[in-house]
């Protein structure tokens, strides 16, 4: 008897750690962009479907309603604060605003010539605020691996580190501010990356998009995959940007650097409070 209450004991035990771990994060859907994501709970998510009656929302904007203005202007569909030092951002735009080049660079299968692309790229690039970084591999290895080009946005008071990806018809920027220091910390920056890992595209548009090209590479263990320092495992190649494709990124610094500027403010505002 004794030996029974003891196995239900540790099944119950079980049954509550489960239980547990899994309400320690939740799933968000951005449909326009068909991905999905998960995020820890203790994280505050701003997204075009939360409850009008949040109570996070007052903490940022007048209402529900100026959120949700402030979303569609700026194409904004997600800020997460994961803690007070920074905030994480998706935007997605139509990917015909994109230059065609920019897409074939994220399309190339080939590694060698995606490589050399991407050099020619990078030597074309004008000096500036703007600057390419490479492409990234948001995991690789994994079920869901993307590429992105990667970009830092410098304004006055803080850098922005920026990743772009052309998926389906549209095109997805996911970036980070600091809301402290000038930049992000490597623990930050290592949280941005995962947020990359973690997002999950549609099967019809990893079909007929673009995902990352398939490389041979040792599977990895799901603790491995996990693991922020695993995330800075990257791939990066360098390449170039047509005129009108540098043109059309200095758009997107323009309206992520207002998006960003607009963050900042509201993070301010909260701790005005």
Sequence with gaps: MKKAFIIIAAISLMLCFCVSVSAAETNYRIEEGKMSLQLPDSWVVYTRDMPKEDANIAAYYTNHTEMIAYMEKYKVYMEALPNEKMMIGIKIWPAEELSNQFRELLGTEDKIEREKKLTDMMDNAPAGDVQLVGLYES??????????????????????????????????????????????????????????????????????SSPAPKQETTPQSPSQQDSFANQNNQTTARTGLDMRTILLIGLAVVVVSVVAIVGMKLLRKKKSL
Excluded: C, R
């Design 139 to 208: 995991n690789p290895g994994g079920s869901s691996n993307w590429l992105y080009l990667e970009n830092t946005i410098a304004t006055e008071h803080y850098v922005v580190d920026q990743y772009i990806a052309v998926v389906g018809d549209k095109a997805v920027f996911v970036y980070g501010v600091p809301t402290e220091d000038y930049m992000l910390s490597t623990d930050n920056k290592a949280i941005l990356e995962q947020v990359l890992g973690k997002i999950v595209y549609d099967k019809s548009v990893m079909t007929s």
